[in-house]
C-alpha cells in the first residue's frame, strides 16, 4: 500500500474506541437488521460507489485532542434514502490507509455520514469511522493505530 508516501498525505496516530454497533449490526437494533452499512451499500453502488471489497463495519479512531476538518471529499453522494422509514441522508468518503504501528498498510475509506442530514449516533469531531479493505485482526479497545489521510481531502487540525 502506497498511499501513505503521496505527497498530499498525513499519518497520524489514533485510539480505537468503542462505537454505537450501529454501521456493522453488532448492537442488535432490529431498525437495522445486519447494520446500517448493508442497508446502505446497494444504495450506494447504484450512485457509483462500490464497497464489495470494504468489511462492512467500521473502526472507531479517536485522534484527540487534534480533530478532523472536510475539504474535499472523493466521493459526496446526496440525498441516499436508505431507509424506508428514515430520512434521507448526505455522505461522504475520504481516501486513507489504516494499520497497527508496524504492521502492513491496509486500504480504507473514511465513512462520514454528513450531521447536518444524520438522525442519530453522532460522533465528536476527533472521531474518523474507518471502512478497512479487510478485518485488522487482534485489534482491541484502547490499541493504537496509524491512519495515512489525503491533506487535500481531509484536513487534521491540532490546537
Do not use: C
Amino acid at each position: 500500500m502506497n498511499f501513505q508516501n503521496r505527497p498530499s498525505s498525513q499519518v497520524i496516530s489514533g485510539t480505537i474506541v468503542r462505537g454505537h454497533g450501529v454501521a456493522s449490526g453488532q448492537n442488535g437494533d432490529p431498525k437495522f437488521p445486519g447494520g446500517t452499512l448493508s442497508m446502505q451499500v446497494p444504495h450506494f453502488l447504484k450512485r457509483g460507489l462500490d464497497l464489495s471489497g470494504y468489511y462492512l463495519g467500521t473502526l472507531n479512531v479517536s485522534i484527540a485532542p487534534s480533530r478532523y476538518e472536510v475539504e474535499r471529499p472523493r466521493v459526496i453522494l446526496r440525498d441516499v434514502k436508505w431507509h424506508p422509514t428514515e430520512p434521507s441522508e448526505d455522505f461522504s468518503f475520504f481516501d486513507a490507509a489504516i494499520r497497527k504501528p508496524g504492521g502492513d498498510w491496509v486500504g480504507a475509506l473514511i465513512y462520514f455520514p454528513h450531521p447536518e442530514t444524520k438522525p442519530a449516533h453522532f460522533q465528536p469531531p476527533d472521531l474518523l469511522e474507518v471502512l478497512a479493505t479487510s478485518r485488522i485482526d487482534d485489534l482491541a479497545y484502547g490499541d493504537s493505530v496509524e491512519l495515512a489521510l489525503d491533506t487535500g481531502q481531509l484536513a487534521i487540525v491540532t490546537e
